[in-house]
């Protein structure tokens, strides 16, 4: 394991954006991380998985780690359900595919999202109806100030719409290395209900899916409406989907009965952020290399050799218009570093 300097981050996040390490490890073992840890126990540091989840507005002047650690086990299996631990280095999706593969069912709808697997719980990863926390058991974490270990259960990490305490009060205090999750092994409680998902099975003439059959629809899906960032640089979903109180959604639906919105409880409702971006014009727009993906005005795109800083300036104007124009806020999903 080699401590690199001044090196390029522009391979390690989906934006591609191309900013500098002042230091930089890429450890491939506990071991190797606690050693840094130690070595460099005075210097600020920054945990970097997948760079999925990132827009890099500047050079990174802390230490960063890569967590490269691999590894996928069953750590215990009942009649109806099992425990799967997976290192914090696993691609998300490939998780998901191993899963799968062995049947093992609460997963599928989370297919293709971008990441690894320790940066899931961190954002409390969701999509088509089902987040993380749904098959979260536990996650094993290092802390940082001190190398000790600590287990979090699902109840400790305070997982709320793409929030957990990790990203609060105990942002930078932990480098989650094990997640554990709780999958069904027969009689998958199946969710198709969301989004486009029953549409794609009709249309692959599915009556009865298997959850190899969800997975392969949200592929489908997934692929259809967001870039690949091995083709064009992005951060999935940029902005999340703002839930509102009851009073300001009645002022909103009676000045735009056409919108479309999900009820969260008899007091919140959720609107798409990609709607209202949609509605301000910036669809398909391009400023520069920076830009708003033509088939999901959700996914703000790198079209080659964009700033941070300019794509969060224009992060920045589609937030101050969809505010302007439906005064309703949206805020970033992804973290600005």
């Known amino acids: 394991m080699n401590i690199l300097e001044n090196i390029s981050l522009k391979p390690y996040n989906t934006f591609g954006i191309d900013v500098k390490a002042k230091l930089f490890a890429s450890v491939n073992t506990e071991n190797e991380l606690l050693e840094v840890l130690n070595k460099y126990e005075d210097t600020p540091k920054f945990i970097l998985g997948g760079g999925s989840n990132m827009l890099l507005v500047n050079n990174v002047e802390q230490l960063v780690i890569h967590l490269n650690t691999k590894g996928i086990s069953i750590s215990k299996e ?47 990863i969701g999509a088509y109806g089902v987040e993380l926390k ?17 287990i979090f259960t699902k109840e400790e990490c305070h997982f709320g719409y793409r929030e957990s305490i990790f990203k609060t009060s105990k942002k930078g205090k932990y480098i989650i290395t094990k997640v554990t999750f709780k999958l069904t092994t027969k009689q998958h409680t199946l969710h198709t209900e969301y989004g486009a998902i029953q549409q794609q ?16 629809a949200v592929i489908a899906i997934r692929r259809s409406k967001l870039p690949d960032p091995d083709e064009i640089g992005n951060s999935g ?37 990609g709607w209202l971006i949609e509605q301000s014009g910036f669809k398909g727009k391009r400023f520069g290399d920076a830009g708003v993906h033509k088939n999901q005005a959700l996914v703000l795109v790198n079209y080659g050799n964009a700033t941070g800083n300019e794509i969060w300036e224009l992060a920045l104007n589609i937030k101050d218009t969809v505010f302007k124009n439906f005064k309703i806020n949206i805020e970033p999903e992804v973290n600005i570093v």
């Open 78 to 124: 009942t009649n109806d359900s099992v425990l799967v631990q997976a290192n914090a280095g696993e691609t998300w999706h490939e998780f998901v595919l191993w899963c799968i593969e062995h049947n093992f069912g609460g997963v599928e709808n989370l297919s293709l999202i971008p990441g690894n697997v320790g940066t899931s719980p961190i954002q409390n």
């Open 201 to 216: 099975l009709e249309s692959n003439r599915i009556t009865s899916p298997t959850i190899k059959d969800v997975s392969e």
């Open 134 to 150: 749904d098959i979260f058991y536990s996650c094993e974490a290092i802390t940082i100030a001190t190398g000790k270990k600590k």
């Open 237 to 273: 979903s940029f902005f999340k989907n703002p839930v509102v109180d009851k009073t300001t959604f009645d002022i909103f639906r009676k000045e735009h009965p056409e919108a479309p919105f999900y009820k969260v409880s008899d007091t919140e409702f959720k609107i798409p952020a």
